[in-house]
């Protein structure tokens, strides 16, 4: 059984950076696509940013700010986060796509303070 967990969600104020880490454990797999997804009070869960072999795809909203990354064995995904706005604040959420089937980690805090 495959288990995404996240790390490094936290308070920062506006202006600052954080870096958020999502490595699989369980049994090993090497994920086709990894990506990161927020969600904010009372608003949908959206988009942040996937990353494939061959590219990376941002939502607007975050685009020149936030950075996805992932190591060889493509199993850990990291969001670096930099220029940190109030609006950015939700729970982010790790996602991990191989073959069919699609797992989510349990979610981490991030707050930005004005």
């Known amino acids: 059984q495959v288990q995404l967990v996240e790390s490094g969600g936290g308070l920062v104020q506006a202006g600052g950076s954080l870096r958020l880490s999502c490595a699989a454990s369980?049994?090993?797999?090497?994920?086709?696509?990894m990506g990161w997804y927020r969600q904010a009070p009372g608003k949908q869960r959206e988009l942040v940013a996937t990353?494939?072999?061959?590219?990376?795809n941002y939502a607007d909203s975050v685009k020149g700010r936030f950075t996805i990354s992932r190591d060889g064995a493509k199993n850990t995904v990291s969001l670096q986060m930099n220029s940190l706005k109030p609006e950015d604040t939700a729970i982010y959420s790790c996602n991990g796509v191989f073959r069919s089937a699609t797992f989510w980690g349990q979610g981490t805090q991030v707050t930005v303070s004005s």
């Open positions: 990353i494939t072999d061959g590219s990376t």
């Open positions: 369980g049994s090993w797999v090497s994920f086709d696509v």
